[in-house]
């Protein structure tokens, strides 16, 4: 079970002869050693998932080797191998051996070609260590390499100034974030004195910790996971990060980073599932962005942003599942999602590759000019809105009936979710596909591009869109016999998995979700597609709504503007002014005729600077004292 | 006999500077083999110094010296090696500095001199020779600060001078009212008479706690004790700002440790005190950190992060409360912590010195496309830089954890809160400073390497905070014995 570390240090060492060998070494080769280690990678993944079957999902026994062993610390670095685990390393290494075999194309002739190789491959072998982690330092450790290598690669064509901002806002949002995740290490470290996930586990079920330091441990992690997985109200980084390269949006946006966040949830579940507080709180905020962000995909005019929006909704189901105690129903979720998530980024790539341009309103009728992009995009879109038999059905209808039988109201939002996902699937489809072709990116003059007459991309990136197709279309039929069902739960703790929820398959849930699908599919077409009602129209009648969404309901305006630049900076800006009014100005007109006086070498040393300081000291002496003394005088 | 070995690792170092200084006036030498030859001669007598610290371990010549006036153990011989080997990474990294200067023999023996002073610090357990120790660091670093003679660094130096004399006088103050009190110098013998004391000499320690930390935090860096910081950091030539960011600091964390530890630790103050510094260290890393975030000029930026840093250990003191498991817990962490804080201050600060040596400028806002000029310089800075932060696997990362785990451990909650908030705020513009080298077009595309000695002295630090990173275990269990001697 030692092998798929053995790959990641591959893939690590890849990284280093991409970057170093810059002038012999062909930049392809970066590219074609990445493909064969993550294919290494890929079949070790499958072997390892054919361990877990056959150990029925429970954790494959590796123990652990000691890293720091010091009085009460003790970490040992090791691996879980486990159902979960597993089913995240097949989903974590195929998205991204297609990703990378795209990319080949893709990227062709970019000048960071090296780089763009080593930082995906360090990306994927940070992503697969986070998932193989046994202990929660181990696990925060790959956790910050993986927001480390994003932020590398969404600011990857660093020389455009939006790519710069938004590599620093993912940088900085998922960073508070992590803020929760590192004190949740803090308070669970404290109590219980174990850092091994499986200790965790054990401490929580039986009652080891209190339940206020529990709850605050559970909210801490889904703090970090909220970052990771762009969760309201963190969510907001995620659209920004759409400035990198199509591929890294595939890949971090749908099969790796973002999942990383349901991922960690997931594992913690025993710990979730004994706290109330904390799982209504992951069921109510997945809840929460589920809604907001699909109506935020409806307004989107850029096709990448139509899939940033609805990448995070779509996390919102995978929480609102794991709220519901739908473990099961959530990772599988999030593997059928891997799939056609990724295949529609890619196909927003190919689109953009043909055109020019990422905007939906420049587009139209592509689904004459390249027919396996259309039809591609197509069963990925059916897959997303829920459509039977594609994979996103069945793995969405089991998070509505899980839902329907803990907590009806999340069944609720969740049928409200299907149908505005329906909206803007089918906005999308009809203004990207639909219609007639609008000239794509116009040059400065006015007039079409190069790209006047649309093509259908290279047979290189058409291959990774056809088999994510067929994945998409078929994935769902993985768990159709519960096949995904022991493999799941099977890691979990006895006590743990009997709170796991199994809606089961009803007809009536099947049916509401698919006509809540197909209505929000009709609605788009009365729109979009045979434009009987006005767009402006609708419009019309929402205000204000449209103007909120288009400002992304305040929130940039409110960390930017409000948080970062009125309050941090603000307050510096502020506190150095008092500073340089009262203090210096102060005591320069304090000892103004000394200053005179003394001319050149008076200036230069300042001496009324040197006496301010020497009386702070005094002050902060006396200071100490009277506040020991007086506040406190026993 | 026993005492001269013991006070060998010193020895070494004195004798090197004297024949740094004698031969460099006696033998007929030309400039360039001067400057080598005091270098050399330097790094010599440093080697010889941590090979005797060794032998001390390896045959166990723990123990005191000079009738109690200084101690061997685990502590000291834990600060011997870390000050010996910042010295020897500064002297390394001053060579470019020295060859602009006349006085180069003076300056590496001053470099050794102040080493001594240090390393007396954190040996010393008896007032006076805390003191003499204090002194012989604090007069090297005023002729260091002054080093480059011109307007600013004199400046620098005098204001450094000024202030710290009044830190001497509190410091002496301080201790006047220990001995006063306690009727003795020995740091055992007034534990003693503090574990004894009565409620009514409690004002009259407090007053010597306060007076101690005031002088002491005068060193530490700490506000409102600092104010010198950014001033004297900027005029200062850059090799001994990195000098004074991390083992002045250290050395008075040193002291701090083993006179609150030791003398005040066990006894009815011992509260009172955790408080003080739990206070400091709030303010000292909020305000530090905040008006981090204002400065264009990276070495004053470094200056004021720098006082946020030393709040951070603060925390690891005030965990100490009056039960010794905790004892050890919070006095560990904050050795540990400066451990890896040198390696990683250095290396920022050397990487700095080479940068700025190449592109002539100490604005952040010209750092801008430094990493497409000169890489491995970049990847260097952004390693210390992302390890001052905090994000692992970097050493930074456990510093912090182990700091804020004593914290939690001493239900200072919301001082660990405090401390991490503030560790998300110094992601601002230490990122910051990564993000204009990496992102921005730089002003011209000419390539540059540092010089031989810089990148040796980045190398071994960047490589120090890596592998502390990967693998803190020893550095852990080095730093939880040293904490140990003093529970």
Known sequence: MLLPLGSFGVITLVSFLGLTRDGSWSPRYSGYLTIAAIFVAFALSLWALDGAIDADGARVGFDGHKWVVVGELDVHIGITLDGLSAIMLVVVTSVSLLVQVYSQEYMRGDGGYNRYYAFMSLFTASMLGLVLASNIVQLFVFWELVGLCSYLLIGFWFYKDSARRAATKAFLVTRVGDLGFLIAILIIFSETGKLGIGDIHEAAIAGAVGSTALTLFALGLFAGAAGKSAQFPLHVWLPDAMEGPTPVSALIHAATMVAAGVYLVARFFPVFAESDEAITTVAAIGAITAIIASLLGIMATDIKRVMAYSTISQLGYMMMGLGVFGIVAAIFHLFTHAFFKALLFLGAGSVNHATGTFDMRRMGGLAKYMPVTFWTVFIASMALVGLPPLAGFWSKDEILSDAWDDRPWVFVVALIGVFLTAVYVGRMLFLTFGGEYKGGEE???????????????????????????????????????????????????????????????????????????????????????????????????????????????????????????????????????????????????????????????????????AQLYASVMLIGVVGAIAGILIIDPK | MEDINRFGPELALLIAAGLIVVGDVTLPMRGGTRRVASVALGLAGLAVSALWSLVLI???????????????????????????????????????????????????????????????????VDLIAIFAALELQAISFYVLVAFLK???????????????????????????????????????????????????????????AVFL???????????????????VYQ?????????????SKAAGFAVVMRVFVVALGHGLISSDWSNMFAAIAAISMTLGNVAALAQSDIKRMLGYSSIAQAGTF???????????????????SVVFFLGTYAFTNLGA???????????????????????????????????????????????????????????????LVWLALIGVLNSVISAYYYVGVVLKMYTQEPANDEAFQPSPYLGLAMTAAVVGLVAVGLYPAPLLDASESAAAVLG
């Open chain 2, 314 to 332: 603060l925390i690891g003191l005030a965990a100490v409360a009056a039960n010794d498991p905790q004892l050890l817990l919070g006095t560990s």
């Open chain 2, 213 to 231: 930390a005031a002088g002491l935090g005068f060193k530490m860096a700490v506000v409102p004790f600092q104010m010198w910081v950014p001033d």
């Open chain 2, 235 to 247: 005029g200062a030539p850059t090799p001994v700002t990195a000098y004074l960011s991390v083992a």
């Open chain 1, 443 to 609: 040059s400065e003059h006015g007039e079409p591009g190069v790209h006047s007459e649309p093509h259908e991309s290279p047979t290189l990136m058409l291959v990774p869109l056809v088999v994510l197709a067929v994945m998409a279309a078929v994935a769902g039929l993985v768990n159709i016999d519960d096949g995904l069902k022991t493999l799941i739960e099977g890691w979990l703790p006895r006590e743990s998995e009997e709170l796991v929820t199994h809606g089961g398959f009803q007809w009536w849930i099947a049916l509401s979700s698919t006509a809540a699908g197909l209505a929000g599919l009709g609605v788009a077409w009365l729109v979009y597609g045979a434009r009987v009602v006005e767009s402006d129209r609708v419009r019309h009648i929402a205000e204000p709504l449209p103007e909120i969404l288009e400002n992304k309901y305040y929130l940039d305006w409110l960390y930017e503007e409000f948080f970062v630049r009125g309050l941090v900076l603000g307050g510096a800006a502020w506190l150095l002014s008092l500073w340089d009014r009262y203090v210096i100005d102060g005591a320069v007109n304090g000892v103004g005729t000394v200053a005179r006086w003394s001319a050149d070498q008076a200036r230069l040393v300042q001496a009324g600077q």
């Open chain 2, 150 to 208: 011109d307007g600013r660094s004199s400046e620098a130096a005098l204001k450094y001078l000024l202030l710290g004399a009044v830190s001497t006088a509190l410091t002496l103050y301080g201790m006047a009212y220990l001995f006063g009190l306690s009727g003795s110098t020995n740091l055992n013998d007034i534990a003693a008479f503090v574990a004894g004391a009565d409620s009514g000499t409690r004002p009259a320690l407090v007053l010597a």
């Open chain 2, 349 to 411: 600060f050397i990487a700095i010195i080479a940068i700025s040596n190449k592109i002539g400028s100490d604005q952040i806002g010209d750092y801008a496309g430094v990493a497409r000029r000169s890489p491995w310089l970049a990847a260097g800075l952004t390693a210390c830089l992302l390890s001052l932060t905090g994000i692992p696997p970097l050493a930074g990362f456990w510093g912090k954890f182990w700091v804020f785990n004593a914290a939690v451990r001493a239900d």
């Open chain 2, 58 to 124: 390896v045959a166990d010549e723990r123990g005191n010296a000079f009738d109690g006036l200084m101690v061997v153990d685990d502590f000291s011989l834990f600060f011997n090696f870390l000050f010996v080997g910042i010295a020897a990474v500064i002297i390394l990294a001053s060579v470019d500095l020295l060859e602009k200067s006349r006085f180069r023999a003076e300056y590496v023996a001053l470099v050794l001199t102040s080493t001594v002073g240090m390393m007396l610090m954190a040996s010393t």
